[in-house]
């Protein structure tokens, strides 16, 4: 569960268009917006270390400092750059950590290599790797296991498979949201008309070959 806190502090901003925007960024800064509750939205920068050390538990309660005032916010939103990664814009959201809110977490599958399906060779495929939940702030996981160390080849296991932790509802349709699959391993099988053609171009050489011996003979 990510029931720790983390703390971040950050600037008040002026929007000043896109030309700024990215001298902030050569700077080693963030641009972000703060929003929710019953506040008005509020543009900031972060240090982009400080945000990237804030955001490694990815449902973690942040208790954000902005103007001396703190409150606690969760990440709504980000955009990375498409080629290095880095930090493009955070958007966080106010939170109040009685009330419930959704959110999406990420399913870690475990013990894949335990199951007899992936022994006997077949090929795992994760369909869904986020799902949405409900949860009080403080109570949102990092991530949920799904363990498939039971998981034949032909199987497909649903969202009604995984059991969240405490406080925790699973809102996607249980019975129709699909999580991983067992495919069966792919055999290289030549078809018929493969191994016709091949069988006859192995003859024709053989006969070409013997025809060659005999003139040798004579």
């Keep these: ?14 929007i000043e268009g896109s030309r700024a925007t990215r001298r902030l960024r050569r700077s080693g ?19 982009a270390r400080e945000l990237r050390n804030a955001l490694a538990h990815g449902g973690a309660v942040i208790q954000l400092t902005l103007d001396g005032a703190q409150t606690p916010v969760v990440l ?6 498409p080629v290095n990664g880095n930090m493009l814009h955070v958007d966080l959201l106010r939170v109040d950590l009685t009330q419930r809110i959704h959110a999406t977490v990420v399913v870690e599958v475990i013990n894949a290599d335990d199951a ?17 939940i409900e949860a009080l702030p403080n109570e949102i996981p990092d991530t949920i296991e799904l363990d498939v160390s039971s998981v034949e ?38 078809s018929e008309d493969e191994i016709e053609t091949e069988t006859a171009v192995v003859g024709e050489k053989a006969d070409e070959a013997a025809a060659s011996e005999g003139d040798s003979a004579e």
Excluded at 76 to 81: E, L
Aim: net charge negative; no cysteine.
């Design 1 to 14: 569960m990510a029931a720790e806190e983390t703390t971040l502090t950050v600037a008040p901003r002026e």
């Design 29 to 47: 800064l963030v641009p972000g917006i703060v929003y929710g509750g019953d506040a008005d939205p509020l543009p900031f920068q972060v240090d």
């Design 76 to 81: 709504k939103d980000h955009h990375r750059h």
């Design 116 to 132: 007899p399906g992936i022994k006997g060779g077949g090929v795992l495929e994760q369909v869904t790797r986020e799902i949405n």
């Design 153 to 190: 080849v032909g199987d497909t296991v649903y969202l009604s498979a995984l059991t969240p932790p405490s406080g925790v509802a699973l809102l996607d349709d249980l019975e129709e949201t699909v999580l991983v699959s067992v495919l069966a391993p792919k055999l290289s099988v030549e």
